[in-house]
């Protein structure tokens, strides 16, 4: 991958084949046996979510974790997304879905990682009115095939939708070569 711009992010939209994104897109949207995993609380950050425990929740799917393979999806989906970043290893891959809300809701300012030098990569799934906000003001629309590379240490939050039935992204987490 080339070096990230000056201020620690790179978009890349069309970033995989349009045959393997539709891939990804079908596998986790309309696949009605895909695993997702309901997570009861998405942020402990109360500064944006307001102590709005209503929505304070989301849907997961941890395909690789702490060096362990935690999903049978995860050989099809890690060949894709190590084949065009080449990580020199990964730490953490994850699908999040959020559902559609009423009103734009803001989550939790977050890293997913602390302590180490890492690169965190959103692929985003479907295209949808949701945004990747970070704390230095940065705001990144989700666009279906879109990827966006950061700095591991820059704090950031997603937020739902309002115009799709959710919001679907793949966190990964890894060390660059």
Not at 38 to 47: A, G, L
Not at 75 to 97: Q, T
Not at 147 to 152: D, M, P, S, Y
Request: contains cysteine; proline residues 2%; hydrophobic residues 35%.
């Amino acid at each position: 991958m080339d070096d990230l711009q000056e201020n620690g992010y790179k978009i890349i939209d069309n970033f995989l084949p349009e045959e393997q994104h539709k891939f990804i897109e079908n596998t986790l949207t309309n696949d009605i046996l895909f695993p997702w995993f309901i997570t009861p609380d998405k942020s402990s950050d109360n500064e944006l979510m307001q102590n709005d425990d209503l929505n304070n929740y989301q849907f997961t799917h941890t395909f690789y974790q702490n060096n362990i393979i935690n999903s049978t999806y995860c050989d099809n989906l890690s060949f894709i997304f190590d084949s065009k970043l080449e990580p020199l290893s990964l730490l953490k891959i994850k699908a999040n879905l959020t559902a559609r809300t009423g009103e734009i809701i803001k989550y939790g300012w977050h890293v997913d990682f602390s302590g180490n030098k890492h690169k965190t990569a959103i692929y985003y799934v479907n295209t949808n009115n949701g945004k990747t906000l970070f704390k230095n003001g940065l705001e990144i629309d989700s666009v279906g095939n879109r990827l966006v590379i950061f700095n591991g240490d820059m704090i950031h939050t997603g937020t739902s939708c309002t115009d799709k039935r959710f919001r679907c992204v793949i966190n990964l987490n890894y060390i660059e070569k």
